[in-house]
């Protein structure tokens, strides 16, 4: 059985010390539930001290980006071997990266495989514009982003990354998708998408998280989805009651 994931992207919110306050607070609300993978991503910045306010702990810490090469002149990126042993997870392909940083298919797929080299695990988003949505191209699209992360992977690796479907227009405003269209595209989309390339034993393998204004009020229905594994959690990961209950609710369905 696949296990379930709470991941949470912090985004550029929150300072060091305002970071770490926040997930010992988390950690503590979170720790019984270990049935739910718990990963909680801050800004590179605050990791240090986030990684030594939870030593010890359960919670699993995530970057929200990283570089593909080892070490070079990349002013002001991070390269994997810098995160390696702090981070176990790392979210790449975001749309806000997609929009703003000209973050590329290739590149997804570049950083994802780096992060299997390593051992780490990428969370790798895609996505529609509303546009896009209107005009009936979610499928060609979403699907298309899936199997350009995953190019030149083996069966083997694809099974280690986690996928994300986050539609562009439920981000951050509210309108999540329904249960129904999440699970209509998780499973008819980004899972078919693996079963096309890879096989439908790996494609049952693969962890899939729906992201999208998810909340402690639609998590249960979003995660009573058979093709929906979890959920990548933007506002309400940096409230405490509204995680740990996501968390909750989702340990309760896998008891
Ligand atoms: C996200 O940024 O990945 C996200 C899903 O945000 P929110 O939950 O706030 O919509």
């Not at 290739?106 to 529609?128: D, F, H, Q, S, Y």
């Not at 099974?159 to 329904?178: D, F, M, N, S």
Request: charged share 15%; hydrophobic share 45%.
């Amino acid at each position: 059985m696949r296990k379930p994931m709470m991941a949470g992207n912090w985004k550029m919110n929150k300072t060091f010390s305002e970071a770490q306050e926040l997930a010992k607070a988390i950690n503590g609300a979170v720790e019984p539930y270990n049935n739910v993978d718990r990963v909680i991503c801050p800004s590179f910045v605050a990791l240090p001290g986030v990684a030594w306010a939870l030593s010890g702990g359960e919670l699993l810490l995530g970057a929200q980006n990283v570089h593909w090469a080892e070490s070079g002149a990349y002013t002001g990126e991070v390269s994997i071997s810098m995160l390696k042993g702090m981070v176990t997870h790392v979210i790449i392909g975001h749309s806000e990266r997609r929009q703003y940083f000209g973050e590329t298919d290739e590149g997804v797929n570049k950083k994802a495989r780096a992060l299997l080299a390593a051992g780490m695990t990428p969370i790798i988003c895609c996505g529609e514009t509303l546009e896009q949505n209107q005009a009936g191209e979610t499928s060609s699209f979403v699907s298309g982003q899936v199997k350009a992360a995953l190019a030149s992977m083996s069966g083997d690796d694809v099974v280690k990354c986690v996928l994300a479907y986050e539609p562009i227009w439920a981000i951050g405003t509210g309108l999540a998708a329904t249960a129904q269209q999440a699970q209509d595209i998780c499973g008819g989309v980004v899972r078919a998408a693996v079963a096309a390339d890879f096989g439908s034993a790996v494609a049952e393998q693969v962890v899939v998280l729906y992201g999208g204004s998810t909340n402690e009020k639609n998590i249960t229905e979003i995660m009573q989805q058979p093709d929906i594994d979890g959920a990548l959690i933007g506002g309400a990961a940096l409230k405490v009651e509204a995680y740990a209950s996501m968390v909750q609710q989702t340990s309760e369905l896998y008891k």
